[in-house]
C-alpha cells in the first residue's frame, strides 16, 4: 500500500523503521517485564492489544484512505508489543518441552510459523490484486484474536519464571536486572561473538528482505501478486530451514552452522541481483528464507539449553538489541541505494557484504566453539 502510493522506496524505509526501532527501543525493558512476570499473561495481552490497533487502521483506511503518518504510527504501536511477544514466547518454550527436543521444537515452532506466513504471503497476494489490501488489515487483526484464544488453551503456570508473579515479593530495579543480562553474556564470549557476529549481518540482510516490492517493480513489472509469492518463497524456505535445522542435528555446531548460512544468504543475495528469471528469483529467495530457517531454529535452541531461565529473557532481549541495532542504518542504505542507482545495486552490496560477514564469523574461534548437543 505505501510504495504503491508513494511509488518511494525511502517511504518503504519509514514502514521497516517502525517495525524494528521499537524493539531496539524497549528491547531491553521488554526481557525484564518477562522474566518478572508471566510469560503467557504478558503474550495475550500484546495479542490483543495488537489486535485492536490493527482493527483500528483498517477501519481507518476503509473510512478515510490513505494516510502514511498513521500507518508509520501504528506500526509502531503494534511492533512495540511484537517486541515484548516474541521474546516471552522464546523463553516459555522450555517450560513446555524437555531439554533434548528443544531443536526439534524450535524447528516444528519456526517451519509452521513461516509456512503459515507462505500460505498467507500467497493468498495475500492474490487477494491484493482482487480486492484491495485494506481487508487484508482486517483478517490481521482477526489472526491476533485466535492466537490469544490458542495462548489461553496453556495453562498458566507454564508461563511463570522462577520468582514470577509472587507476590510482595521484593523485586530488584529495573536497571539492576538489565545490567545481569548484559553481565551474563560479557561472561560468555560465544554468546557475545553471536550477538555482534550478527549486527552486520541483519543491516545487510535487511537491504534485500525489505525492498522485495521495489525488487518486483523493477524486474518484474505488471504483476500485482507476484511480490506476494516471493514472499511466500521466503517464508516457505524459512519452514524449510527451520526442519533442516533439525533433521540434521545442527545444534551440534551451532556457531558454525550459522556462520555458513550467513555466507550463503550473501550468495543467494548476489544471484537475485542479477536474476531477471522469475522463476530464478522465486528459487532464490525461498535459498535465502532457508538459511534464515536453520539461523533462527538453532539459535534459539541453543540459547534455551544453555542459558539458565531466570536471566534467559533478558540474554535473548539483549541479544535483540545488540543484533538488531544495524537494521535502522541497513534500512536507509538500502532505501538511499535503491532510490538512486537502482535494485540491483542494493542487493549485490548486501550480497557482498554477507559473504565477508559470513567469513568473519567463521574465523572466530570461540564462536565456532558454539554448540548444543541435547
Do not use: C
Request: proline share 3%; hydrophobic share 50%; charged share 10%.
Amino acid at each position: 500500500m505505501v510504495y504503491n502510493s508513494t511509488r518511494s522506496a525511502i517511504a518503504v524505509t519509514y514502514v521497516g523503521l517502525a517495525g524494528i526501532v521499537p524493539g531496539l527501543a524497549l528491547g531491553l525493558v521488554a526481557g525484564v517485564l518477562a522474566d518478572r512476570y508471566n510469560r503467557r499473561r504478558t503474550m495475550i495481552v500484546s495479542d490483543v492489544s495488537r489486535a485492536l490497533i490493527m482493527a483500528f487502521l483498517a477501519g481507518f483506511l476503509y473510512l478515510r484512505g490513505f494516510n502514511l503518518l498513521l500507518i508509520l504510527g501504528v506500526f509502531v504501536i503494534v511492533n512495540s508489543f511484537t517486541a515484548i511477544f516474541f521474546p516471552a514466547s522464546s523463553a516459555m518454550l522450555p517450560k513446555l518441552v524437555q531439554k533434548s527436543e528443544l531443536t526439534q521444537a524450535n524447528g516444528f515452532l519456526q517451519g509452521t510459523t513461516q509456512g503459515a506466513q507462505m500460505i498467507g504471503s500467497a493468498a495475500g497476494g492474490a487477494a491484493i490484486a482482487f480486492v484491495g489490501v485494506v481487508p487484508g488489515l482486517a483478517v490481521n487483526a482477526i489472526t491476533y484474536v485466535i492466537s490469544a484464544v490458542l495462548l489461553l488453551q496453556i495453562a498458566s503456570t507454564f508461563g511463570r519464571t522462577g520468582g514470577a508473579d509472587v507476590k510482595g515479593a521484593a523485586r530488584p530495579p529495573f536497571r539492576t536486572e538489565i545490567v545481569e543480562g548484559l553481565s551474563y553474556m560479557r561472561a560468555n564470549l560465544p554468546i557475545m561473538e553471536v550477538t555482534l557476529g550478527f549486527l552486520p549481518g541483519n543491516l545487510l540482510w535487511v537491504m534485500v528482505t525489505n525492498f522485495t516490492v521495489v525488487y518486483v517493480a523493477s524486474y518484474f513489472p505488471g504483476s500485482p501478486a507476484a511480490y506476494g509469492y516471493l514472499v511466500a518463497g521466503l517464508g516457505g524456505g524459512f519452514a524449510l530451514g527451520a526442519f533442516l535445522a533439525t533433521r540434521l542435528h545442527l545444534s551440534r555446531h551451532s556457531g558454525i552452522a550459522m556462520a555458513s548460512m550467513v555466507v550463503m544468504e550473501g550468495a543467494a543475495a548476489l544471484g537475485l541481483s542479477v536474476s531477471h528469471s522469475y522463476a530464478l528469483s522465486l528459487g532464490l529467495s525461498a535459498s535465502l528464507g532457508a538459511e534464515a530457517g536453520v539461523i533462527n531454529a538453532v539459535y534459539y535452541s541453543t540459547m534455551q539449553a544453555i542459558v539458565p531461565d531466570n536471566v534467559l529473557n533478558r540474554v535473548l532481549s539483549v541479544d535483540q538489541v545488540g543484533s538488531f541495532a544495524g537494521i535502522p542504518a541497513g534500512l536507509l542504505i538500502g532505501g538511499v541505494l535503491a532510490g538512486k542507482f537502482g535494485i540491483g545495486l542494493d542487493y549485490a552490496v548486501a550480497g557482498l557484504g554477507l559473504l565477508a560477514n559470513g567469513a568473519l564469523m567463521l574465523s572466530l574461534r570461540d564462536l565456532r566453539s558454539l554448540r548444543y548437543t541435547g
